[in-house]
């Protein structure tokens, strides 16, 4: 189960979408995230399906990549829409039995739930799969840099964002190898009752943010022998630059969500 999750995970490729600027990528997911919220009917959520189907098929990225992505959470959403199948009683009635209630309104936000996550989360995992890190992180800076004038420290807060995220591969790599360890020494981590393997976490845990804290000194100690010292005179190796596809690819993304819009507004 952790091998299957990719977040943080950067994908080298020279497709349409690898070649955009990061800046306008961050843009594009944010409209697109507003774009799955637009409207509460499932044509509204069918623009969202084909810009999302577009752009996976654009990246030239394994679907099953993005399939990964969602698996690990698979289990929390389809308990969440039980639940709305359950407690959500307004609507023609499908089924009745004691306390259970299943309605055509229970149906409908259940399916709609868990398509608008799926399409969230495969949609979001598009921009840590197509932008590396460093390049994620100039991007968020040069997004950022009207705070500046604040004196928010705009550079520092880029670089913790994008360590974080470069770091949950590795954290994950780390837990399933002191699992496997953990196992080889004869514990029972999957068995046991509820509480038993809660116990039986401790034994992952604290390995995990013993390791997770000396990899944090390390790197601390690594960006003070190449004399890291923050954004400020700091030169870059890539100039991000935009190009005529940017702003097509922009557009584009407008279109989309004012089309999602539009079309909430209609059927409403």
């Keep these: 189960m952790l091998r299957d999750i990719t977040i943080g995970q950067y994908f080298p490729g020279n497709s349409l979408i690898h070649r955009l600027d990061p800046r306008f990528k961050i843009v594009i997911t944010f409209i697109y995230i507003m774009m799955l919220f637009a409207g509460d009917h499932i044509v509204c959520l069918s623009v969202g399906a084909v810009f999302t189907a577009a752009a996976i098929i654009l990246s030239r990225i394994p679907f099953k990549m993005f399939v990964k992505s969602v698996k690990p959470l698979m289990p929390f959403l ?25 309605t055509s309104e229970g149906i409908n936000v259940s399916v709609f739930m868990l398509i608008r996550i799926t399409l969230l989360i495969m949609g979001s995992s598009l921009l840590t799969y197509t932008t590396s890190p460093i390049t ?37 790599e780390e837990t399933d190898k002191i699992m496997a360890a953990q196992k080889a020494r004869g514990a029972e981590i999957d068995s046991g009752s509820f509480m038993t393997r809660a116990k039986n976490m401790v034994a992952i845990l604290v390995p995990l943010f013993i390791s997770a804290f000396r990899r944090a000194d390390e790197l601390a100690t690594a960006m003070e022998c190449r004399c890291y010292r923050g954004g400020e005179g700091r030169t ?15 557009a584009v993304t407008i279109m989309f969500y004012g089309g999602a819009v539009a079309l909430g507004i209609v059927l409403k």
């Excluded at 969440?80 to 306390?99: M, R």
């Excluded at 890539?238 to 596809?245: D, I, M, N």
């Design 78 to 102: 389809i308990l969440t829409a039980v639940l709305n199948l359950l407690f959500i009683s307004s609507g023609e009635v499908y089924f009745q039995w004691k306390f259970i209630k299943i």
């Design 136 to 172: 994620l992180t100039d991007a968020i800076e040069r997004l950022l840099s009207p705070l500046k004038k604040l004196k928010v420290p705009v550079h520092e807060l880029a670089m913790m964002m994008s360590i974080a995220l470069r770091f949950i591969p590795t954290l994950i």
């Design 236 to 250: 870059r190796l890539r100039q991000l630059c935009s190009a005529p596809r940017d702003y097509a690819a922009l």
